[in-house]
């Protein structure tokens, strides 16, 4: 069935008002898009109020696991640790400082400044800044003490670690909606979904679910996007189930009087890498149970951060790979550099004795991160 009017404002669609909707927001990494949903001033409208909420408040994992998205760059993002620090958070989850630090202390027989920059060149301005106020320092002399340094962080990063608010729940319910229509369902008959999406004082129809787990065949680590949607002939439930980055599990009801033949159609992806997963979702919810769903009774912050944690510590195990390669490579490249030995000469004792010295140097602050991982807590 081709639903011929817009599920939002009901003007007829046209072949110039049609619309392509992504299912779920291509900016956190959805791909599958639907025509024939609504036209293309709600689908202005809502990206501008409902997904650019939601997205701004995933906004943090998109940068975390590098999700492309078709227009516009990953942004880098500002995490703070618990132990105060602000770190800068790049799209290949590399860290870096959030602001050059400059201290300046008194000492017997002068000052003692240090600085911290994000670059080399950022630390030669600072440093001319400081040569200002102290025209006697010898900048080249300082400049060559200055070193390029990378370490892990092994603080817990403190995070945001819930969705919400009216118009990420839009967004959210709008997701099911559009698998719904996709499915052959009249939005009309989704009395629950359109009164929230069109009424500002609409009542929300969705809350977070934790009691069980609905993926019957949940791939180990993934921080996967679903939307599922099922019809039920007997509790005359329309159901619609959202999970995003794995770790938001939110259950939406977009009818209470469902009358179609009995159905469920999943959409899932890997946003990552943007392949289509086949999900098995199984979701039986009595009609208390959505009412305690609403009242965020099925639902604790461990939870999340739990369900969130499993996906993040994956993840890592697969980065932590690829950073063991980089740092051999780089621990042996400097080490061979710096032995003392001529390229294709043999090493004598004293060279072979420096390049084991070096090494296990350069290789020190690696070996105590690896057996840390880092963790997410969830504040607010
Ligand atoms: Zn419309």
């Not at 817009?6 to 599958?32: F, Q």
């Amino acid at each position: 069935m081709i639903n011929s009017n817009c599920a939002l404002c009901n003007v007829l669609i046209t072949k110039e008002n049609n619309s392509k909707e992504h299912i779920i927001p291509n900016a956190i990494g959805g791909k599958k898009k639907i025509l024939n949903f609504i036209c293309v001033d709600c689908n202005n409208k809502s990206g501008n109020e409902w997904e650019s909420d939601l997205t701004e408040q995933l906004s943090f994992l998109c940068t975390y696991f590098g999700i492309k998205r078709d227009r516009g760059n990953v942004q880098s993002h500002i995490v703070t640790t618990t132990a105060g620090d602000k770190l800068q958070l790049n799209a290949n989850a590399s860290m870096k400082i959030h602001e050059p630090k400059y201290n300046e202390t008194k000492i017997d027989d002068g000052v003692e400044i240090s600085i911290s920059a994000r670059t080399i060149k950022e630390a030669k301005n600072m440093l001319k800044g400081v040569k200002r106020k102290y025209p006697n320092l010898n900048l080249e002399e300082l400049m060559k003490n200055a070193q390029e340094k990378s370490s892990y962080c092994n603080d817990t990063i403190q995070l945001k670690l819930s969705i919400g608010g009216h118009q990420a729940g839009r967004s959210i319910v709008k997701s099911a909606l559009a698998l719904a229509v996709e499915s052959g369902i009249n939005p009309k008959s989704c009395e629950h979904a359109i009164e929230y999406l069109l009424q500002e004082n609409g009542s929300p129809c969705f809350g977070y679910y934790y009691d069980k787990d609905p993926l019957l065949n949940r791939p180990e680590g993934v921080p996967l996007h679903c939307v599922f949607v099922k019809g039920n002939t007997q509790t005359r439930q329309l159901l619609g189930y959202i999970e995003f980055f794995g770790a938001f599990r939110i259950v939406t009801c977009l009818s209470s009087e469902y009358d179609g033949d009995e159905f469920s159609n999943c959409y899932a992806i890997n946003p990552i890498e943007g392949e289509i997963l086949d999900i098995k979702i199984e979701l039986n919810i009595s009609n208390s149970d959505i009412e305690s769903i609403y009242n965020y009774e099925m639902y604790s912050s461990q939870a999340i951060e739990d369900a969130f944690n499993k996906v993040v510590s994956f993840h890592q195990s697969v980065s932590a790979k690829k950073e063991q390669e980089r740092v051999i490579h780089e621990v042996i490249t400097y080490a061979f550099k710096n032995c003392g030995a001529k390229e294709g000469e043999q090493l004598t004792g004293a060279q072979s004795q420096k390049l084991t010295k070096l090494i296990m140097e350069r290789m020190q602050p690696y070996l105590t991160h690896i057996g840390s991982v880092h963790n997410f807590v969830s504040i607010g």
